[in-house]
Each structure stands twice: as C-alpha cells, then as structure tokens.
C-alpha cells in the first residue's frame, strides 16, 4: 500500500500567533509531495520540520486570503536560490499568477526553473492533477472571495497476486501483469487456474478532502461523499455561529456535520481564530456530533486509511 | 536623553534558516518606533520579542529583494485584522507600491487604516522624515537592484536648565522655555544672571546608519561620517570577496573598512550567508579592521551613544 499521510503545517487563521503558523499542508501520497496553501513563513516550518521542500513539485492555493498565499513567493524565490532546475507547477486563483509574475520582475529574479500556473475556478468541480496512482479534484467551497476545497483521491490498483501461487503454478514473469489485470492463468500441464484463485483484491483506494475556508455548506457533501479523511475549517466554537456564518467560516459543530453528513471516517479541525488558546474546548464540542475529530496542530501527521 | 535603540529581528541574508530570519530591524527612537525592512515572518519575530507592531508608524524598505519585504504585506494585513486605524507611512521604491496595491486588491481587503507611500529614490541623499527631535535620510547605496541605506540623525536639543539653578534664582515657569533657547535671566532683585550660569550643554546628537544591501562603496563614507552606531552588511568573509564583488555584496574586512573611514563609533555587522554555522570568525575579522564591532543576531538590541 502506498504512502498517504499529511503533515500539518500551520493550524492558524487570518493572524498568526507565536504558536500557530497559518494554513500549510504537506501531502505525501507515495513519496510526491503536494503542499496545500502556503502561509507567510511555510519555508522556514519545512525547514524545522526536515521536509525537503525541493521535493514539492505541486502547490495548491485554496484562496487569495494572505494567511492562504503570503509565503508563497518566498518558498519560489528560495527553491530557485537554492538551485531548483525542477518544474514546479502551482494551482490557485487566476489572480496568484498575476502576484507572482509582478513580484518576480520586481525582484529582478528570473527562476531558473519552469514555473507552470494552473488557474483554478471556483464554479464546480475539476480535475486539475493525475499521475498513475492518484488524481486530485478543486471543488466549490463558500468563503468571500473565490474558494476551492481539494480532494486527493487515489485509483483503483491492480489485483494483488498470491506470492505463493507463483511458485506453486509456476507463473513465469511475463504472465504476472495480465494476472494482476484480472486475466486467468493456464499451466504448463494444461491446468486453468482461475483468476480468484491466484489473487487478492487491490487496496482499498483511500481519499483526503481539504475544505478551507469555508462556511456550512452542504453542497460539499456529495463531493467528499465516504471521504477517508477529511480536514474541515472551525475557525469558531458553536457560540460565535453568527460570527462564523458572517465571515464565511465554521463552527466546530458545523465541521462536524459535514464530516457525518458526508460520512467521512476521520475529521480533523483547524483554523482557529487567535481568540482560542485551549482547543480541548473545540475539539469536545466537535466531537459530540462527529466523536472521530482531532485537532489539527502544527506538527501532527495522519496517515490515511490505516 | 531620549531613548535610541535598535533590535535586530532578522540576521540572516536571501534564505531564512531555521535559526536566522531574513533582514529587520526595529528602531526606537523616544518611543516612536520605526521599522527597517520587513523579511518574511517579522510580524511573528515582533510578537515573539514583544513588541507591540501597532505602535510602528514608519516602515522603510531597503529594495525590493525578497528578503527585505516578503514580510511587509503580511504585516499590513495583520495590523488591518487587529483593528488598527493609525496612519502607518511605507518608504521604498516606487515598485513597492504596485505590489502592496496589487495584494491589497486581490485578497479584497479595503484597509481602514490609511496606508501612506513615500517612493525612495537611489540617486542621491534625501531627507524622508522629520520630526521634533530625529530626522531620517535616505541615500544610494550600491546593489545589483536600486537599493538605499537610511540614516537616523537626531535634532540639535535645548541647553538643559540646571535644576538646582531655578529654586536658587527663583525661576518663573514662564522664563524656562527662552532660557532654554539660550536666554540669560534677570532675577527680582535685578541681577543679571548670564545663561551659562544657568544651563548645561544640550545633550549631543546621535546618528543610526543602515547599509544594506551593499558592496563596498566609498561613496558612502561622507553621508555616515561620524556616525555613532554603523550596519553594514557582511554576507560574505574575506576569502569570499569575488562572490561579494560580484553578488554586490560586502565582506567583514570591507564593512570594517566602511566603519574606519567613516569614523563611526561602532560597527553592527549581519546579513549572514546561509553557509556561515559559527559566526565567530567574521567577527574576529572584521576586528581585525575595526575592533569595535559587534555580530548582528536575532534580539540583539542595542542602545546607541551610550
């Protein structure tokens, strides 16, 4: 089974504090690194964090809210001072590409490595990343500019074969992919054997939405509909609702809702508002609709699935 | 004697490491504050050190690298978020302004607080600010982008009135202010009681000058002349000189030769290249030149003429 887990980088909102970065995520599905919106000081976290930040090539910004984006330049301008020749590709509002080109000329900076912008649109659903094991989706979320959530979603693999019924039948190298693709097996002696006989199912394919920043919102639902993990904005406890519903972000209890709503099996929450030092609170008050939350906190990785 | 100091926020030069920021620095000068250059993560480096970023009014950018300003806009944001309402003035190139008003537009954010800019130039001194008791000039320095240095002079005081002389000569309140400005005093019995009798010399003017980023550029010398407390950039040591020569950047020997033709009291030196662990033998070389030198780190606060 592959590698999938995430790594969260900073658990903040809009202003950061001396002990909460704001929003960062590392994915790692099978050794690709994908890093989810890039607050003001992403890099230096990477570094503390002994994450290897030139192994990034793709990098998805949610929305064009500072604690979204702000580090983003900087981890551009260090990965091209430090040597970069890999393409790195970046996925967000059409407006980042335009942040980024004005803040490259004014720098005087030409990125000896090839930059691709991908533009995002905040209308419906869209594949914008596939390789051969995992495809990852922006879809609509509610905030007060334009917002995308993501989803990586892994493929279906091949069928597992039996180690030993390789040596039992015989099975010679050549026949192992069309097995594993589902085929039957004939032996040396005329004998067919079955493909159910020679293999197991694939893995499971797993799943990670990210849905930030966002208020209630239920259309996101068949989206991240069984979602493996499902990380979910509470910026607010369920007493500020008319703060969160005013500033398109979440409750604790609305988080939470969605995740059961959608079925999700794990939820994690993050994005708190500086108000909160304790987070206990937070995550009890989420728990009580949705018992399988944690809290987000800078430093906590999640593999998925297991 | 008004308080004059300076914190050094961030020593590192283009790549943040996990121990040094990029470059800042905060100057107090009688309780104003005043902010040099703004790397990314000083709103974060201010909260660590406790300095409460809303009483800073002026904020001056050295050039438009990214080390020096991917942290300004952050700032504005937060200070934005908290509430602020306070003029705050921005000096720096006139590229600056095209990018805090390009940010400022795209993440939807209408400031309610004015936000001032003052285009620098880097073709000659210029005075940039003034008030009751400290001036701030701008002036070339020499880098591969347009870059200043700024100097910090303080105004000429009053002659201070000796305490012990108004209950001796029964000073009215009304006379103290023309004393002050050099007036003599005639007392209730007529005696003449001549203004050297009365008061001390005022207190002598201190200067602060800020040289980065630089290569070494006599053409400085005459502006910082005297200065009572020098930064001058080392990103390089001596056997570095080529790579300084032609990153227009400077060495410990050339920032301690800076200090000894200027006739400055003390010398700061920062802006480290990330390569430098032990930054003991930049300071034993720089020595070597002008022994009064002292490193730049992170929270090094120091109070100037004393």
């Known amino acids: 089974m592959f590698k999938f887990n995430i790594t969260v980088l ?18 790692n599905h099978n050794d690709h690194l994908f890093l989810i919106d890039c607050g003001e000081g992403t ?3 990477l570094r503390k964090m ?4 030139q192994k990034i090539n ?6 064009l809210h500072g604690d ?3 580090g983003l330049i900087g981890l551009i301008s260090s990965m091209h001072l430090l040597g970069r020749t890999k393409k790195l590709t970046v996925y967000g509002p059409p407006d980042l590409k335009e942040i980024l080109d004005l803040q490259l000329r004014v720098t005087w900076t030409e990125l000896q490595y090839p930059l691709v912008f991908h533009p995002t649109q905040a209308d419906k659903p869209e594949q914008i990343f596939d390789n051969e094991s995992l495809s990852v989706f922006s879809f609509p979320v509610l905030h007060r500019i334009p917002t ?18 390789i040596s039992l039948f015989n ?16 032996d040396s002696k005329g004998i067919l054997h079955s493909n159910a006989s020679l293999t197991i199912d694939p893995y499971p394919v797993r799943s990670y939405a990210y849905c930030a920043d966002t208020a209630y919102f239920e259309e996101i639902i068949p989206v991240i509909k069984g979602v493996d993990l499902l990380y979910h904005e509470t910026t607010f406890m369920q007493d500020k609702a008319a703060n969160a519903a005013e500033k398109f972000h979440s409750t604790t209890k609305e988080a939470a809702t969605i995740a059961l709503k959608a079925g999700a099996k794990r939820l994690i929450i993050g994005h708190y508002s500086a108000r909160y030092d ?11 609709v949705f018992p399988q939350t944690e809290l987000a906190y800078e430093g906590l990785k999640v593999s998925i699935g297991c």
Chains 1, 2 share one sequence.
């Open 171 to 186: 099975i010679p190298l050549h026949e192992i992919a069309s097995i594993k693709k589902g085929s039957d097996f004939r």
């Open 278 to 288: 304790d987070l206990q609170p937070l995550l009890l008050e989420s728990r009580e």
């Open 10 to 27: 900073g658990s903040s909102s809009a202003i950061p504090t001396t002990e909460r970065n704001p929003t960062a995520q590392l994915i």
């Open 58 to 63: 793709h990098i998805f910004i949610s929305h």
């Open 68 to 70: 979204h984006f702000f």
């Open 148 to 165: 995308t959530g993501f989803i990586f979603k892994e493929k279906q693999g091949e069928r597992r074969i039996r180690k030993e019924a």
């Open 43 to 45: 890099q230096v976290t």
């Open 50 to 53: 002994h994450i290897h930040f």
